[in-house]
């Protein structure tokens, strides 16, 4: 799919000049045949009108005739069959189609599935979102009234029945509610317009034919149904057969709604209600739970609670992280004691202590920022999450269907991996992690950079870098020595909005800033995971966001991070042992 990637996405502004050119061409070899035939045509429409007039007595007009019914004729039926330029051009047109990587249903249900998730964590209605409105705040260009792409009642159409499709039927209700209050607004112009006795605008009219809102009325129903309104779902679809009486879908739903008695209605009512309590802890798993996937994430990530995740996605609510936690924070320049870094110190800002969370402010030059992000463009791919256990040994297509499940929901990015030798470049930043960090990078002992690029809406939803909970219990097949001790993540550009990397359990929000680096310790001193680590990448609002993550592995960090015995140990210094 192309729309998990918004760098992906900009190429395809190329594809659709180069689409237009060859349905140029495609166009004009149709209006040469078709201009052939015309003059054929007329020739035949006088010829007849002539004989009818006059009969065709004149041995001239006789010979006319006979030519256009026999030479003529074949020089037409010849041309056509010879004239293979739109052929040709329509050849053309499938092999170049062929050749792109263009936007499939899968990327239409997933971009559709990416509205829904921004509305849901920005509070951004239907209504604003096909405005183009996506934030309060006015300032920014790409949010100018002019330039604002906006999306018409087809559109809507789509995002809704997408939605709907997609089982998100509580997220495509308001879509629909859109398209039949905007086609409510163009009837009553229309009326108005008649009476002026103007003509009708014949393109909305399409928009808004009868099936376009018998299908909006009967999934608007359906939704009812689902909460337990099983009458106003029975009325709502029959006002849709009014307009449609042929719509399949509500006759099917009629028959469904009429089979339920008063008393199943109460049952649908507690069931749909327990599913929205369910959502509201960790939406994710209970979608996975639905598909009966052997994996529950939720068991392994725990729950964390999803008005908070919004709410540090918004950053709207600034007293949210308790201010006790923060009174151990410093801001410092190290120097990592070498004479490297007394000339260029990092800059270090902490950000919590347990789990330890930093930032290195302007780790990196916007120059080799940039030169990362072009260097991850050509290698990106569809990244996938890691394989639970149980799929790591199943067959190639079902740990597809896994990944592209994953890629619709849980996370929807692109990646590509570079080594740390890819350039000279890398080699630099690598060392300059190492300073930074004081970890071991060398020897295998930290993974290739992972590159990643954000697209529509793109997230990660709430998750841990690290394996396994506990060290004695090994999981997805990793041993403890592979285990990702530490998380080292550079952000490679600024987001205009959205796009945070929020921790749920420590009400932490972390802004992308391009140069930037976001390091923290998954693991305790322990050895075990740390519970609160648990990170997401938040929804991209505008905007591509890129990011390189390098793991660090515990392997090779023995004497550099030592062990202790209990979960906070703190380190014994290495001079006095
Ligand atoms: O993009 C982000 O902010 C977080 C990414 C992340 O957590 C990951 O890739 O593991
Ligand atoms: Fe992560």
Known sequence: EIFSSIAQMETMVTTERQLADKLDLYIAAQQERVEFINSYVSRLEVLAADAAEHGILHPAAAFLHTVALSVELDDLMNFLSSFQEPEQRLDDLVAFREQQTLPDKTDLKGAAIAIARLQDVYKITADQFAEGKLCDRPSNDLESEADRPSLTISDSFTVANQLFDAEQVNESIDWFDLVLERCAAIAEIELDEEDQGQDLDEGQDLECEASVIATSLTRIAYANYLRGNTTGAILQTAEALAFDETNQEALMFLKIYFGHTASEDEDVAADSSATEEGEAQNKQSSQEGKEGAAWDPKSFYGTYNRDIFRTLCRADSPNIRDSKLDTNLRCRLSSSNDDFGKISPINVEELDNFPEVKVFRNFLSAAEADYLVAEGLKHLKRSTVVHPASLANSSKDEQEEFDLKAVLTSRTAKTAWLNHDHSDVTAAIIRRAQRATGLDLNNDHAEPMQMGN??????????????????????????????????????????????????????????????????????????????????????????????????????????????????????????LL
């Open 454 to 575: 954000y697209g529509i809406g793109g997230h990660y939803d709430p998750h841990f870098d690290f394996f396994s909970m506990e060290h004695s219990k090994p999981s997805f097949g990793y041993q403890w020595k592979d285990e990702r001790l530490a998380t080292f993540m550079i952000y490679l550009t600024d987001v205009e909005e959205g796009g945070a990397t929020v921790f749920v359990r420590r009400n932490l929000t972390v802004f992308p800033r391009k140069g930037d680096v976001l390091f923290w310790y998954n693991m305790d001193r322990d050895g075990n995971g740390h519970e609160d680590t648990l990170h997401a990448g938040c929804p991209v609002l505008l905007g591509s966001k890129w990011v390189m993550n390098l793991w660090i592995k515990a392997d090779g960090q023995e004497l550099i991070r030592p062990c202790g015995i209990t979960s906070d140990a703190r380190p014994i210094p290495i001079m």
